[in-house]
């Protein structure tokens, strides 16, 4: 076989998968759509019957309604490539422990949301954690970076869709501890969730490099705004954002929510906001866990930590959704479910 009818085979198998893989999303999308089929699984993704590995596999398409208790909740747009609106039709913002996505952070995100005022989301991507802020607390105010311009477009159109606009920055640019233009690499998937600064890609993950506009937070935010809360979720690169924000950390001293990979930068990290008298929480399905010193989890449910000055007994009040001085009627109970 000469190397052209290799490259011409190879090509045809490519397409012959392609082809083959679309018609299977069209298919599932198409049967998940029938209210004969779609309203039974829903309820049984809903209530913890269906399996993660079924109900994961399904494609959710379309402008849905997220609970999150208390009468709030944000609308989202998804598409049938988009892995984290699959999580969230199928089983939604579940905090009961069912398999959800990432369901102990989004909780201890939304009762730290609940009581701040401005919030910072660094690697927003289509925007869950921005939705979930606005929804948190009328007063909250979001900027949100996300450097990737197809998966930026996404985030936008989630904002305007709640009608957030007014409270929400929105941003396409990559966050460290420098200022300027770099490469960035962007995964050759239709909506990339682990885009990065690394040349060669994500664990070695196929894709493309492209130039971003990088900036320093304590560049992009005005020296006078004091910040509440910050999550940051940047595929290896925490270390470096938190570099370039020591003025907030030093001013606002905000909740961060940070993504801690067992392959990350884990010893940077804990020196950067070790300097700034942070204690470290796990943040566990059972709920913040204080640690000495970070921990390499093989569980991916709990590589984010919450780094926070509060007290331990400030940190679990916040994780009950309740002030410090109240005695919880059942201590330990995690909120009721949503639907």
């Known amino acids: 076989m000469t190397r052209q009818s290799e490259v011409l085979s190879l090509s045809g198998f490519v397409l012959r998968e392609a082809w083959r893989d679309a018609a299977k999303t069209v298919l ?4 998940t759509k029938n209210p004969l089929i779609g309203r039974p699984l ?3 993704a809903r209530s913890g019957r269906l399996p993660e590995r079924v109900f994961s596999k399904l494609p959710a398409a379309g402008v849905f309604t997220v609970s999150v208790g208390d009468g709030a909740s944000f609308r989202y747009a998804a598409t049938r490539d988009d892995g984290i609106g699959r999580y969230l039709y199928w089983r939604g913002l579940d905090w009961r422990g069912l398999a959800a996505w990432e369901s102990a952070t989004t909780r201890m995100f939304f009762a730290a949301a609940r009581r701040a005022r401005i919030v910072v989301d660094v690697g927003a991507n289509t925007g869950i954690y921005t939705l979930l802020a606005c929804a948190a607390s009328p007063h909250c105010r979001v900027v ?3 450097p990737v311009p197809r998966v930026f477009r996404r985030l936008e159109e989630n904002i305007a869709l709640n009608g957030w606009q007014g409270r929400c920055e929105a941003r396409c640019e990559a966050i460290a501890d420098r200022d300027g233009v770099v490469p960035f690499h962007i995964p050759q998937v239709r909506l990339p969730r682990s885009a990065s600064l690394h040349p060669d890609g994500f664990r070695g993950w196929r894709g493309v490099l492209v130039e971003v506009p990088v900036r320093r937070l304590d560049d992009a935010l005005p020296s006078h705004r004091s910040v509440d ?3 940051i979720d940047v595929e290896g690169f925490e ?14 001293a905000p909740d961060l929510i940070v993504e801690c990979l067992p392959d990350g930068p884990l010893a940077e990290i804990e020196a950067t906001v070790r300097r700034f008298s942070y204690r470290l929480y796990q943040v566990t399905r059972s709920g913040p866990v204080p640690r000495e010193r970070l921990v390499a989890s093989d569980d ?3 590589w984010n930590y919450l780094f926070s000055v509060k007290s331990h007994t400030e940190v679990e009040a916040l994780w009950s959704d309740r002030e410090p001085d109240e005695t919880p009627e059942h201590a330990g109970a995690a909120p009721a479910p949503h639907s």
């Open 239 to 252: 270390d470096s954002v938190l570099r370039g924000m020591t003025g907030i950390l030093s001013q606002s």
């Open 28 to 31: 599932l999308y198409a049967v």
């Open 229 to 231: 809360l910050v999550k």
């Open 300 to 302: 991916p449910h709990e």
């Open 144 to 146: 949100a970076f996300e």
């Open 42 to 44: 829903l309820r049984a």
